[in-house]
């Protein structure tokens, strides 16, 4: 069974530094791409970002590139979302997702999402 | 960046009824368009992918249509467990793009 448990969220302040981490389990990371999508309290959904299978491609959008870095460690089965220079705006629930497999940047497995608030 | 659009932003439907629920990208993009379903609380669940593929799983009362431009999600026959939040989302170039988002509600 194909399941994602994210972590690494909290609260931390305007500036500061978090980095995310969602575990997979019943498949191979590097077998597919991974992504991050986050959705703010009350709002819709935002990608944020795309590693390819093998690692060597990375996609973000505007709003966080330069700021935020995906990257993932074969050997754990992990996915990491390392997020510096936090924005109140960054406040939301970070989502990983596992692309479809043949596809591309179609999602089938979500995890159940971790909570970043950046607030003084 | 390609901006999706979709229509109506809220319903309320009975139990039973059919819904339609429509999504328009700024441009074509081909078939590269997929459905998620949402209920508070939850993670999004993929419903159909490239327009008109129904994800395993997912019951056949989904479904969906469209190239180009233009696409639409259908529920034959709402259930109670379908009220939710319906996003469409593009699949054709970064940065992804998701559509605002439909709530369905129970009339």
């Known amino acids: 069974e194909v399941q994602l448990l994210e972590s690494g969220g909290g609260l931390v302040q305007p500036g500061g530094s978090l980095r995310l981490s969602c575990a997979a389990s019943?498949?191979?990371?590097?077998?597919?791409?991974m992504s991050w999508v986050r959705q703010a309290p009350g709002k819709g959904l935002e990608w944020v970002s795309t590693?390819?299978?093998?690692?060597?491609?990375?996609n973000y959008a505007d709003s966080v590139k330069g700021r935020f870095t995906i990257s993932r460690d074969n050997s754990k089965n992990t996915l990491y979302l390392q997020m510096n220079s936090l924005r109140a705006e960054d406040t939301a629930v970070y989502y990983c997702?596992?692309?479809?497999?043949?596809?591309?940047?179609?999602?089938?497995?979500w995890g159940q999402g971790t909570l970043v608030t950046v607030s003084s | 960046d390609i901006q999706m659009t979709q229509s109506p932003s809220s319903l309320s439907a009975s139990v039973g009824g059919r819904v339609t629920i429509t999504c328009r990208a700024s441009?074509?993009?081909?078939?590269?368009l997929n459905w998620y379903q949402q209920k508070p609380g939850k993670a999004p669940k993929l419903l159909i992918y490239?327009?008109?593929s129904l994800q395993s799983g997912v019951p056949s009362r989904f479904s969906g249509s469209g190239s180009g431009t233009d696409f639409t999600l259908t529920i034959s026959s709402l259930q109670p467990e379908d009220f939710a939040t319906y996003y469409c989302?593009?699949?054709?170039?970064?940065?992804?793009?998701f559509g605002p988002g439909t709530k369905v509600d129970i009339k």
């Open positions: 997702a596992k692309e479809v497999a043949g596809t591309l940047w179609s999602f089938d497995y």
């Open positions: 019943g498949f191979t990371i590097s077998s597919n791409a």
């Open positions: 590693i390819s299978g093998s690692g060597g491609s990375t």
């Open positions: 441009q074509s993009i081909s078939t590269y």
């Open positions: 490239a327009a008109s």
């Open positions: 989302q593009q699949s054709y170039s970064t940065p992804l793009t």
